[in-house]
Protein backbone atom coordinates (compact mmCIF):
# COMPACT_ATOMS: atom_id res chain seq x y z
CA UNK A 1 0.00 0.00 0.00
CA UNK A 2 1.26 3.83 -0.91
CA UNK A 3 2.15 5.58 1.72
CA UNK A 4 1.55 9.61 2.19
CA UNK A 5 3.77 11.71 3.71
CA UNK A 6 1.59 15.25 4.69
CA UNK A 7 4.29 17.61 4.92
CA UNK A 8 5.48 17.05 1.15
CA UNK A 9 1.83 17.34 -0.04
CA UNK A 10 1.38 20.38 -2.20
CA UNK A 11 -1.92 20.65 -0.75
CA UNK A 12 -0.97 20.15 2.72
CA UNK A 13 1.63 22.80 2.36
CA UNK A 14 -0.39 25.20 0.36
CA UNK A 15 -3.76 25.48 0.87
CA UNK A 16 -4.59 27.55 -1.77
CA UNK A 17 -3.31 24.53 -4.21
CA UNK A 18 -5.72 22.92 -6.36
CA UNK A 19 -3.25 19.77 -6.98
CA UNK A 20 -5.04 16.33 -7.60
CA UNK A 21 -2.55 14.53 -9.47
CA UNK A 22 -2.37 12.18 -7.62
CA UNK A 23 -6.32 11.38 -7.53
CA UNK A 24 -6.54 11.79 -11.26
CA UNK A 25 -3.97 9.11 -11.35
CA UNK A 26 -5.77 6.71 -9.33
CA UNK A 27 -8.10 4.35 -10.99
CA UNK A 28 -9.78 3.05 -8.31
CA UNK A 29 -10.97 6.55 -6.65
CA UNK A 30 -8.85 5.49 -3.37
CA UNK A 31 -7.30 9.05 -2.86
CA UNK A 32 -9.47 12.10 -0.88
CA UNK A 33 -8.32 15.49 -1.38
CA UNK A 34 -8.65 18.15 1.29
CA UNK A 35 -7.12 21.35 2.07
CA UNK A 36 -5.21 19.40 4.66
CA UNK A 37 -3.61 17.18 1.57
CA UNK A 38 -4.36 13.95 0.16
CA UNK A 39 -5.51 10.44 2.22
CA UNK A 40 -5.31 6.97 1.00
CA UNK A 41 -8.48 5.22 1.50
CA UNK A 42 -7.55 1.83 2.66
CA UNK A 43 -10.12 -0.21 1.39
CA UNK A 44 -10.62 0.76 -2.35
CA UNK A 45 -6.84 0.90 -2.84
CA UNK A 46 -5.38 -2.04 -5.14
CA UNK A 47 -1.97 -1.12 -4.62
CA UNK A 48 -0.85 0.25 -8.26
CA UNK A 49 0.89 2.62 -7.00
CA UNK A 50 -0.10 5.39 -9.86
CA UNK A 51 0.13 7.75 -7.59
CA UNK A 52 3.31 7.32 -6.53
CA UNK A 53 4.16 7.53 -9.79
CA UNK A 54 2.20 10.78 -10.35
CA UNK A 55 3.07 12.99 -7.51
CA UNK A 56 6.02 15.01 -8.47
CA UNK A 57 7.00 16.26 -4.85
CA UNK A 58 7.45 12.77 -3.48
CA UNK A 59 4.92 12.84 -0.61
CA UNK A 60 3.56 9.32 -1.67
CA UNK A 61 6.06 6.57 -1.93
CA UNK A 62 5.88 2.87 -1.79
CA UNK A 63 7.66 -0.04 0.12
CA UNK A 64 7.60 -2.08 -2.92
CA UNK A 65 7.94 0.67 -5.64
CA UNK A 66 11.19 2.53 -5.36
CA UNK A 67 11.32 4.61 -9.11
CA UNK A 68 14.85 6.00 -8.24
CA UNK A 69 16.35 2.15 -7.50
CA UNK A 70 14.93 0.77 -10.73
CA UNK A 71 16.64 3.39 -13.08
CA UNK A 72 19.79 2.98 -11.05
CA UNK A 73 19.72 -0.36 -11.81
CA UNK A 74 18.36 -0.23 -15.42
CA UNK A 75 20.86 2.44 -16.65
CA UNK A 76 23.58 -0.58 -15.99
CA UNK A 77 22.06 -2.74 -18.59
CA UNK A 78 22.06 -2.76 -22.23
CA UNK A 79 18.01 -3.26 -22.68
CA UNK A 80 15.63 -2.54 -19.49
CA UNK A 81 11.97 -5.08 -19.25
CA UNK A 82 9.34 -3.81 -17.24
CA UNK A 83 6.50 -6.24 -16.27
CA UNK A 84 3.25 -5.88 -15.00
CA UNK A 85 3.01 -7.65 -11.38
CA UNK A 86 -0.71 -8.49 -11.72
CA UNK A 87 -0.22 -9.90 -15.50
CA UNK A 88 2.58 -12.39 -14.11
CA UNK A 89 5.33 -11.60 -16.79
CA UNK A 90 8.58 -11.56 -16.32
CA UNK A 91 11.23 -8.81 -16.62
CA UNK A 92 13.73 -6.83 -15.25
CA UNK A 93 11.60 -4.85 -13.14
CA UNK A 94 8.23 -6.05 -12.00
CA UNK A 95 6.34 -3.45 -11.10
CA UNK A 96 2.61 -2.89 -9.65
CA UNK A 97 1.11 -1.07 -13.09
CA UNK A 98 2.97 -0.27 -16.20
CA UNK A 99 0.87 2.96 -15.62
CA UNK A 100 3.45 3.97 -13.20
CA UNK A 101 5.88 3.80 -15.63
CA UNK A 102 5.96 7.72 -16.45
CA UNK A 103 7.32 9.77 -19.64
CA UNK A 104 10.28 10.48 -17.77
CA UNK A 105 11.38 7.22 -17.43
CA UNK A 106 11.28 6.25 -20.96
CA UNK A 107 13.21 9.68 -21.55
CA UNK A 108 15.37 8.70 -19.35
CA UNK A 109 16.15 5.54 -20.67
CA UNK A 110 16.18 6.90 -24.42
CA UNK A 111 18.47 9.49 -23.69
CA UNK A 112 20.82 6.70 -22.73
CA UNK A 113 20.19 4.33 -25.66
CA UNK A 114 18.84 1.67 -23.65
CA UNK A 115 15.90 -0.02 -25.13
CA UNK A 116 13.08 -0.42 -22.84
CA UNK A 117 9.74 -3.13 -23.10
CA UNK A 118 7.32 -3.16 -21.43
CA UNK A 119 5.09 -6.55 -21.07
CA UNK A 120 1.68 -7.52 -19.77
CA UNK A 121 -0.05 -4.43 -21.36
CA UNK A 122 -3.13 -5.98 -22.27
CA UNK A 123 -4.00 -7.02 -18.48
CA UNK A 124 -5.76 -4.31 -17.72
CA UNK A 125 -8.98 -3.32 -20.06
Request: charge should be neutral; glycine fraction near 6%; proline fraction near 6%.
Amino acid sequence: MPEIRATACVRYRYRYSDCSRCSEACPHDAISLSEEGATLIDDRCRGCDLCVAACRTGAWSSPDFKPVELLREAITKREWRFACEPSGCKGDAVVPCLGAVDATWLAYMAKRRIPVSLHGAGHCA
